[in-house]
């Protein structure tokens, strides 16, 4: 059965600095990797979307990691700011039907302090 | 650019009530799926439908029941509602193997 882990589960930075997020998973057999963007109460916004045959993917300040062998990925978020306060969270698409179900972790809120 | 729709966003219900959740997805995605995530929980897969038929079934009490109609959007349908199923229901879209897109979410408060 596929389980993924987030660590940490919270992190408070001060502004300006450089983080990485870690998701680990348990089978390697996944379609995809989505990281998400979840504020208190409201939706879940995809920030980046990695192929199992990709290593990396980036979207402006972010930068998401694939190791697929090694059941790890990182998101890597340069020169954070306040607005990035966030929990985010990883998903992984398991099968290899266009019907994959995600499973997700359970997040690392994230504070970064002006 | 479109985005998923999902109504209503809030509900309020007493137990054993039913309530009905309607999804539509971005124009042209082919399938939909449906998240429950329960407070302080990360959301927990319950069922999908990939061109109006059901696709894959998750961790979905008998008391729910949903489909995709023709016009590809969905609606999930809960009967005999409990307090447990106080959560936030989200519904999800995507092509055939692309990222899936989330809806706001529709917060549902069984008292």
């Known amino acids: 059965k596929q389980e993924v882990t987030q660590i940490p589960a919270a992190l408070s930075v001060p502004e300006g600095e450089n983080l990485v997020l870690n998701c680990s998973f348990t089978d390697s057999a996944i379609y995809n990797l989505q990281w998400f963007r979840q504020d208190p109460g409201k939706g879940l916004t995809s920030l980046l979307l990695?192929?199992?045959?990709?290593r990396e993917q980036t979207s402006g300040r972010l930068n998401a990691s694939l190791d697929k062998s090694s059941g790890r990925s990182t998101l890597y978020i340069a020169a954070s700011q306040p607005g990035d306060s966030a929990t985010y969270l990883c998903a992984v698409r398991v099968g290899s039907s266009n019907t994959g179900k995600l499973i997700f972790g359970q997040g690392t809120t994230l504070q970064v302090k002006p | 650019a479109a985005g998923v729709i999902q109504s209503p966003r809030h509900l309020i219900k007493e137990k054993r009530e039913t309530a009905t959740l309607k999804c539509y997805p971005i124009p042209r995605h082919d399938t939909v799926y449906w998240y429950q995530q329960g407070p302080g929980q990360d959301p927990q897969f319950l069922i999908s439908?990939?061109?109006?038929?059901?696709?894959d079934k998750g961790s979905i009490p008998d008391r729910f029941s949903a489909q995709q109609f023709s016009d590809y959007h969905s609606e999930l349908n809960m009967s005999s509602l409990e307090l447990g199923d106080s959560a936030l229901y989200f519904c999800?879209?995507?092509?055939?193997?692309?990222?899936?897109?989330f809806g706001p979410g529709t917060r549902l408060t069984v008292l």
């Open positions: 999800a879209s995507s092509l055939w193997g692309g990222e899936q897109f």
């Open positions: 990695i192929q199992s045959s990709q």
């Open positions: 439908f990939y061109e109006k038929m059901q696709s």
